[in-house]
């Protein structure tokens, strides 16, 4: 260990948390900001999948999941997961709120290293759920689950990785997360678009995916969590010591593979379903379903699990998504299917595939059933499962009741069909003003519109507008000349713009054309700027003879 321990403290056992060397901290803390990365990847994915009038709103609800999610993780998140207290039960721990050591703790490398990678995952968790509500949601109201939504997860991580937790005393394993992160956030993204109701008139033509945004940035935020989930895994180790490193190895490849088989069911479930065509959202959430399935015991499997792992992980995805159509619960980027379903078979997976690795004591000793462990460890994971989606749903739900006595949680109609982008963050995207404007003139007659009126569209620079409309102006009541021009736009300023006349061609052509008859003969003369261009023609009964003469 790196650090001194005094007397007293030998006498204490050390929590498995903060039994880190200078090497596993070097480690962890670089796969926690590696996984930071990937709430690049969920906005991108997120806001690809909704209206362009919406991306915005989504985005920043993604910065909001780190604020707000982390702040709240900071102050007692951390603490009821892994708090170090006489307090201490098998459900809930207490103890190191406000996460901040003292500055002679010989343990504050490990404590400080323990949040920061805790807490990518409490942010993570967090921002499934804001796929799911897309749209629709009230943006306050959204803050305050924000806020609040660390207690769906901090408890039931502690349940799992938590040295006290009574799943963990029980022996559940799960490595990275499929159950406290994505199992967690899936239930919960189901129990929010369930208590959200669907998009306006989202299913008036029948469970039909609605277009994408930005399929574009949807598969780009599909390539930066697929970077972010090797560090997600491979951290997993929590450090690189002893036979660590091997399995950090073990975890990358086996997350490749599995995702290697997911993205190619998901291709032939996409060609059969489409007959011949490749659905975009279909392949992004196959491969991201094949990457939650093999979270959970990603070092704990060989090659040909991790492929039907992975392989049955995205079908789960894919065939479920409709079916949650189905049931009338719009989720947008089907966090459901994804993270929920794909974490309840990545949990289960672990009680049939599992190894036991030695000689790490990840599995204290048990295996699978496939691999003649028994069936002891798939009931345990099993029993993990119920624990995790029953506390999940009714928290979320019991939270979202409450939040909606205070700030309603769906937004209001007319701001639904404006979009928020416009309504709560006064972005105006040019590229779809036309349908917004309508929407605008629709509710003019009932609400204030003038402070949407005056919004600018992204991209657009209302100063050069403004200065355009100007020279629109002098050019119709006389054709203006460039020096004036100048002088009027930039209030007789130089700015260095007397020049532009260089970056101009010559003045428009001027063409001027005589011909002239003489005894069957003719000539044309053009003349363009200073050059002049003169045509000798011969015509006679058999044709016309021309030479260019310049």
């Known amino acids: 260990m790196i ?21 596993d901290m070097t480690w962890v803390i670089t796969s926690s900001f590696m996984i930071f990365t990937m709430q690049t990847g ?33 102050i007692f998140g951390f603490a009821l997961s892994f708090g170090r207290s006489s307090l201490n039960n098998p459900f809930i721990s207490f ?5 901040d050591p003292d500055v002679e703790d010989p343990m504050k490398g490990a404590i400080y290293t323990a949040f920061l990678f805790q807490m990518s995952f409490a942010t993570t968790a967090t921002t499934i759920v804001s796929g799911a509500m897309a749209e629709r949601c009230n943006f306050k109201a959204y803050c305050i689950f924000s806020l609040m939504n660390t207690l769906v997860y901090c408890v039931p991580a502690g349940w799992i990785w938590g040295t006290q937790g009574f799943l963990k005393q029980l022996g559940a394993v799960d490595i990275a997360g499929s159950g406290p992160v994505h199992l967690i956030g899936g239930t919960s993204a189901f129990a929010s678009a369930l208590m959200l109701g669907p998009r306006l008139g989202r299913y008036d033509n029948g469970i039909a995916p609605l277009p994408l945004g930005s399929p574009v940035n949807a ?27 091997q399995y950090a190895a073990r975890a990358a490849v086996m997350t490749m593979i599995s995702s290697f088989g997911g993205g190619t069911v998901s291709l032939v479930y996409s060609l059969i379903r489409t007959k011949g065509k490749i ?17 959970a015991g990603c070092f704990l499997y060989e090659g040909w699990a991790a492929l039907i792992i992975g392989s049955v992980g995205a079908l789960i995805a894919c065939v479920s998504m ?37 000689p790490l004591d990840t599995t204290d000793g048990r295996s699978g059933l496939f691999e003649g462990g028994g069936w002891y460890l798939l009931g345990i994971q099993t029993l993990s499962v119920l624990c995790l989606t029953v506390w999940a749903f009714v928290v979320t739900i019991i939270m979202l009741w409450m939040i909606n006595k205070i700030v309603t949680i769906r937004m209001e109609l007319h701001m639904e069909l404006i979009g928020a982008d416009l309504t709560e963050h006064f972005v105006k995207h040019g590229q779809v003003y036309v349908g917004v404007s309508r929407a605008v003139s629709a509710f003019k ?31 119709r009541k006389r054709r203006p000349k460039l020096s004036r021009i100048l002088r009027n736009v930039t209030n007789r300023g130089n700015f260095g713009i007397n020049v532009a006349r260089k970056l101009f061609p010559p003045k428009k052509l001027q063409r001027k054309i005589s011909i002239r008859e003489r005894s069957g003969k003719g000539s044309i003369t053009s003349q363009t700027g200073p050059r002049i261009t003169t045509i000798e023609m011969n015509h006679s009964k058999a044709g016309v003879e021309i030479a260019w003469l310049d």
């Open 279 to 295: 659905e975009v959202l279909d392949i992004i959430n196959g491969v991201l379903g094949s990457l939650v399935a093999i979270t």
């Open 95 to 99: 103890g190191d709120f406000c996460v």
């Open 3 to 23: 650090f001194n321990l005094t007397a007293e403290q030998n006498e204490t056992e050390i929590p498995w948390l903060y039994q880190l060397n200078r090497e």
């Open 219 to 245: 598969v780009m935020g599909l390539f930066v969590l697929w970077w972010g989930w090797l560090a997600f895994n491979s951290g997993s180790t929590y450090g690189l010591s002893g036979s660590k490193y």
């Open 322 to 358: 409709p079916l949650i159509d189905m049931m009338g619960v719009d989720d947008p980027v089907g966090a459901t299917s994804v993270h929920g379903l794909g974490g309840i078979w990545g949990v289960i997976a672990v009680g049939l595939f599992a190894q036991n690795p030695i």
């Open 42 to 74: 969920f906005g991108m994915l997120e806001s690809g999948c909704v209206s362009v009038k919406n991306e915005v709103n989504i985005m920043m609800k993604n910065v909001v999941d780190i604020v707000l999610g982390g702040l709240t993780y900071w």
């Open 445 to 475: 007659p009932c609400i204030d519109t003038t402070d949407i009126d005056h919004v600018p569209s992204v991209g657009l620079n209302p100063g050069h507008d403004a200065k355009v409309e100007i020279i629109q102006g002098m050019s």
